[in-house]
């Protein structure tokens, strides 16, 4: 396996979406932010410092250029994020609102509220684009996906024969010969007991399955490993205290960021070397960062208010039980307008726009 040095790099396929997140103040602007699973994932990377390349099928489009610009922002990698053929970004719509008990709850629209048409939705990378990312992934720590596809597979395969750790967070089951073909390749599995509770296969025999990760909403998660060649029992790892929940969007991939940053940037070879201990500190990484996010608007709100060495010293506040008291003033300067691209103009009615928030 191959000894990886300078930054850890991450490639990843699967969801790269423009969120449009409609925040609790009416009178705020819609924000724009690069999203979806793996959107979200490579850009939390970039943030802690890796070098991160997501490969997705972006065609110029107002929201895939918006998309490039604030990825770029982060310093994600955008060699392999237009694939052809080419293809409308998605866009995802985030409501923000209160429940009855007065708790921030969140909503995705994949509509547009205002024409009703269905929204640009995920198309997966063809095989046509495997052949010239395959040489780039030798020097890669992680390989991510979040959505099945034969090209997917064929570069997880690629990036596990290589040494990379390959990391699978699906949504949903689709379809079962693909996720059955994921489960022996993937070697870290995590997923929602909520969305996909059945997904108990990835301890079966003939699966590379090395750790498997179910997140059980404000507990906490709980996790499995066989490092040592046996499967574990399951142990619970209770979540953080959120000291002022304001959007728990996102946490889920900031867990993810975090453990991969602690756990997987030496490869499989040093995943398979963390031992119990590393394995559980890379969790309550993982889970401290999904703490901190529940603070702000939107997947990834805080990297917009919060300064790199600011946010070390609170994700060490909320570890060490502190309350996390933050408060953040923040105008929305003028960007770049999204529109959705079903939306009619009509004469003397301006287009609906998001407003960027970069």
Request: charged share 20%; proline share 5%; aromatic share 8%.
């Amino acid at each position: 396996m191959p000894i990886v040095v300078g930054r850890p790099k991450i490639f990843g396929t699967g969801l790269v979406a423009l969120d449009l997140v409609m925040g609790l103040d009416p009178n705020t602007q819609v924000q724009s932010w690069a999203g979806g699973t793996c959107g979200n994932v490579m850009a939390i990377m970039a943030y802690l410092g890796w070098d991160a390349y997501p490969i997705a099928r972006m065609n110029g489009d107002p929201a895939s250029e918006r998309v490039r610009t604030d990825l770029s922002s982060w310093g994600v990698h955008l060699e392999f994020a237009n694939c052809e053929p080419a293809s409308h970004t998605p866009i995802v719509i985030q409501q923000i609102r209160r429940g009855r008990d007065g708790t921030p709850t969140h909503r995705f629209l994949w509509t547009c509220p205002h024409c009703g048409q269905r929204l640009p939705s995920y198309r997966p990378v063809t095989q046509a684009s495997v052949e010239a990312i395959v040489p780039h992934l030798h020097s890669a720590s992680v390989f991510f996906l979040d959505r099945l596809s034969r090209a997917a597979l064929t570069l997880a395969d690629h990036a596990a024969s290589a040494g990379a750790v390959v990391f699978f967070e699906p949504s949903g089951k689709t379809d079962d010969r693909l996720f059955a073909e994921a489960l022996k390749v993937a070697h870290i599995v995590k997923y929602s007991d909520q969305r996909l509770a059945s997904a108990g296969q990835a301890m079966s025999e003939g699966t590379a399955t090395r750790v498997e990760i179910q997140t059980v909403g404000a507990e906490g998660l709980r996790y499995r490993d066989r490092l040592g060649g046996k499967v574990s029992t399951w142990k619970s790892v209770p979540a953080y205290s959120v000291a002022n929940l304001v959007d728990s969007c996102g946490s889920g991939d900031w867990c993810t960021g975090g453990f991969l940053m602690k756990a997987a940037g030496r490869g499989l070879s040093g995943l398979l070397s963390i031992g119990e201990a590393g394995l559980t500190e890379a969790l309550r990484f993982g889970q401290a960062l999904a703490a901190w996010n529940c603070g702000f608007e939107g997947a990834r709100g805080g990297m917009y208010f919060v300064q790199r060495s600011d946010f070390d010293r609170q994700i060490c506040f909320i570890r060490e039980g502190r309350p996390n008291l933050l408060t953040v003033t923040r105008k929305i300067e003028a960007g770049e307008q999204v529109a959705c691209p079903a939306c009619i103009v009509r004469p003397g009615k301006q287009r609906p726009t998001a407003q960027s928030a970069a």
